[in-house]
C-alpha cells in the first residue's frame, strides 16, 4: 500500500467540511480536487475513436476546401466576361472528382457541377436557371458578380488552424471532421477502467426465479447502462455478499485493477453495511452522507490511487448520485473538458412537499405550454425505490436546499436529461 495520500491535509484546510453531510455544491467541489487526469494515450483507428477522448489537439494539415470549387450546378466563366451580357462557348464539363483540363479563354465556359474544380482561367460560377442554352452555347443576363457561387480554398478552414482541442470527446462530427482532414488515426486517452459491483444479500439475478426475500439486482444493469453512455472499460464483479471479509477482498481486488470503484447499496448505517467502515480501513473517506435527496448516503474517497464512490442502494438514488457527481467526476479523470450542465427555469403545475435542509432532485415531466412556455410536472410519488419514475422523467426538477414547500404554479429550476 503506497503512502498517506496528501488530500487529508487539503480537507483539514476546509474549514466548513462536514464529511457527515456535505451540502451538494461543496461535495461536487471537493470530489474535483481530488480528480488528476489520465495523462497515458494511445493511438487508435478513426472509426473506432466514438466517445473517446482527444490527447492532443488537432491542427488542420491542409486548407479546406483545398482548391476552389464550384458551391452550384451551372458554368464556370471568366469575370471580364460577365461585365456585359452576352454569348459564352461551352468547350467542356467539369463534376465532382472529373477535373476538366484544358484553359478556359476570353469567350469561353465550362459546364460546371456542384463540388467540382473551377477550370484553370475561370473565377465565377452561374446558376444554371440564369443562363440560356443554345447548342453549344449559353447568352448570360447581367447582373453577375465577381467569384460568385464558389467556394475558396482555406474558406473553412486554413491550414494550420487549430481545429479541435485537447480533452474534447468525439463525437460522430467529430469523426467525420478529422476524416475530412485525412487522419486515419488519432491519438486518445486511454479508456478509463471502472470496477463496479452491488452488494446485497437479497439479490438477484433477473432470469432466475426469486426466493421469498429476494429482489432483483436493477442497480448492476443502469450502471452498466450510464457506464457505456461514457465509454469507459468496465470491470463487472456482480454481486457481493454483505460479509465483511467478501466485501473486503473485493474492494482490494478492484483496486488493483482500476482507476474508479463503484459500489451500490451497504452505505447506510444498517448492520450490513460494510461499505464506510472498509474504506475507512483500507483506505480513506472524504465524505460519506451528502445534504440531498434522493441519494443521502454517497461515499466518496480513496483507496491508494482508487477512486471509490459509494453509491446508495435504492434504485433511484442510484441513478441520482451517479448523474449528479460521479459521472462528472469520471469525465474528468478521462481528461475531458467540462460539460456544461444545462438547467433552466419552468412553470411547475404540481405542488410539491419539501422540508428545507436538502437538495432534492425530483423527477419531471417537462413539455411547452401553448405558448412555447416550459412546463414540469413530477413525475408522482417520488419513493427512491421507484425506477419507473426515472424511465418517466425526462428531466430532474432541482430544489435548493433552503426550498420548502412549492406551490403549483411556481417557477423552478429544471435539468433536462
Ligand atoms: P442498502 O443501501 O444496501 O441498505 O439498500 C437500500 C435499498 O436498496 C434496499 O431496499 C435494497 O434492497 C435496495 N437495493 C440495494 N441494492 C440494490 C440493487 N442492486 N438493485 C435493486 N435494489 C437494491
Ligand atoms: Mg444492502
Redesign the pocket.
Known amino acids: 500500500m503506497e503512502s498517506k495520500p496528501s488530500f487529508l491535509s487539503t480537507l483539514e484546510t476546509m474549514g466548513d467540511y462536514d464529511p457527515d453531510s456535505m451540502p451538494v455544491e461543496q461535495a461536487r467541489q471537493l470530489i474535483q480536487q481530488f480528480l488528476a487526469p489520465l495523462t497515458e494515450y494511445e493511438s487508435i483507428n478513426l472509426c473506432d475513436s466514438l466517445q473517446r477522448t482527444l490527447a492532443a489537439d488537432i491542427l488542420s494539415p491542409m486548407n479546406v476546401p483545398p482548391h476552389d470549387y464550384s458551391a452550384m450546378d451551372g458554368y464556370a466563366v471568366r469575370s471580364e466576361d460577365l461585365a456585359k451580357a452576352g454569348r459564352l462557348a461551352i468547350i467542356g464539363s467539369a463534376f465532382a472528382g472529373r477535373v476538366f483540363k484544358g484553359h478556359v479563354a476570353a469567350g469561353e465556359c465550362v459546364r460546371i457541377m456542384t463540388g467540382a474544380l473551377i477550370p484553370e482561367g475561370c473565377d465565377s460560377v452561374v446558376m444554371q436557371e440564369h443562363v440560356q442554352v443554345a447548342g453549344s452555347f449559353i447568352e448570360i443576363g447581367e447582373g453577375h458578380l465577381r467569384g460568385q457561387n464558389i467556394r475558396l480554398v482555406g474558406e473553412d478552414i486554413t491550414q494550420g488552424a487549430t481545429v479541435l482541442t485537447r480533452g474534447q470527446i468525439i463525437r460522430p462530427a467529430e469523426m467525420g471532421l478529422m476524416a475530412s482532414l485525412g487522419f486515419s488515426d488519432v491519438k486518445v486517452y486511454r479508456k478509463l477502467k471502472v470496477a463496479l459491483f452491488?452488494?446485497?444479500d437479497?439479490?438477484q439475478q433477473p432470469g432466475t426465479p426469486l426466493a421469498p426475500g429476494e429482489?432483483?439486482?436493477?442497480?448492476?444493469y443502469t450502471l452498466l447502462g450510464m457506464l457505456g453512455e461514457l465509454g469507459v472499460e468496465v470491470i463487472d464483479m456482480g454481486?457481493i455478499r454483505d460479509d465483511k471479509a467478501s466485501l473486503k477482498m473485493a474492494l482490494l481486488d478492484a483496486a488493483e485493477r482500476a482507476d474508479v470503484i463503484i459500489t451500490?447499496?451497504?452505505?447506510?448505517v444498517?448492520e450490513a453495511?460494510y461499505i464506510k467502515q472498509l474504506l475507512a480501513e483500507i483506505g480513506e473517506v472524504v465524505f460519506w452522507k451528502i445534504a440531498m435527496k434522493p441519494g443521502k448516503?454517497l461515499a466518496y474517497g480513496k483507496i491508494g490511487t482508487c477512486h471509490f464512490f459509494g453509491l446508495?442502494?435504492?434504485?433511484v438514488a442510484v441513478m441520482v448520485t451517479f448523474q449528479q457527481f460521479v459521472r462528472d467526476a469520471l469525465r474528468a479523470l478521462m481528461g475531458q473538458q467540462p460539460k456544461l450542465i444545462i438547467e433552466f427555469q419552468a412553470s411547475c403545475l404540481s405542488p410539491i412537499r419539501k422540508v428545507p435542509g436538502r437538495t432534492e432532485f425530483q423527477r419531471g415531466v417537462l413539455s411547452k405550454d401553448k405558448s412555447g412556455g416550459w412546463i414540469v410536472h413530477t413525475t408522482g410519488a417520488q419513493c427512491s425505490?421507484i425506477l419507473s419514475s426515472m424511465s418517466k422523467a425526462n428531466c430532474f426538477i432541482v430544489l435548493p436546499a433552503s426550498q420548502g414547500n412549492i406551490e403549483a404554479g411556481s417557477t423552478v429550476q429544471v435539468q433536462p436529461f
Open positions: 452491488s452488494t446485497g437479497e439479490l429482489i432483483y439486482n436493477s442497480n448492476r454481486t451500490s447499496g451497504g452505505v447506510s444498517g453495511d448516503p446508495p442502494g435504492n434504485p425505490g
